[in-house]
Nanobody, 124 residues
Framework: QVQLVQSGGGSVQPGGSLRLSCAAS????????MTWFRQAPGKEREGVAS???????SYQGSVTGRFTTSQDNAKNTLYLQLNSLKTEDTGMYYC??????????????????WGQGTQVTVSS
């Protein structure tokens, strides 16, 4: 059974950095597109960053240049480095895996496997 276990997150001031991890088990991670989503209170879940089986990345416009996603296939672990954080980056962050085409990478309904979520709070 596929499991995604997240770690990292926390509270930082604006301009700070955090790193999130998502460890996959039960399959070889490189078989699926891996994507980070976030959800702020009262808002819909939105795609933040994605990486496909070839290592190609896609980002939401608001995080381009600030967030970087990567994966270590040997460890079956996905990472999200969050730099220059802003208050609007606050939310619950989830990793997800699925056979999703690049044209729909930001659609949460297409992902099969989900991590448990980790909170990121950016506040002064």
């Amino acid at each position: 059974q596929v499991q995604l276990v997240q770690s990292g997150g926390g509270s930082v001031q604006p301009g700070g950095s955090l790193r999130l991890s998502c460890a996959a088990s039960g399959y070889t991670g490189s078989r699926y597109r891996m994507t980070w989503f976030r959800q702020a209170p009262g808002k819909e879940r939105e795609g933040v960053a994605s990486i496909d089986t070839y290592g190609r990345t896609s980002y939401q416009g608001s995080v381009t240049g600030r967030f970087t996603t990567s994966q270590d296939n040997a460890k079956n672990t996905l990472y999200l480095q969050l730099n220059s954080l802003k208050t609007e980056d606050t939310g619950m962050y989830y990793c997800a895996a699925g056979g999703v085409p690049i044209s729909r990478w930001f659609s949460p309904d297409l992902y099969v496997y989900w991590g448990q979520g980790t909170q990121v709070t950016v506040s002064s």
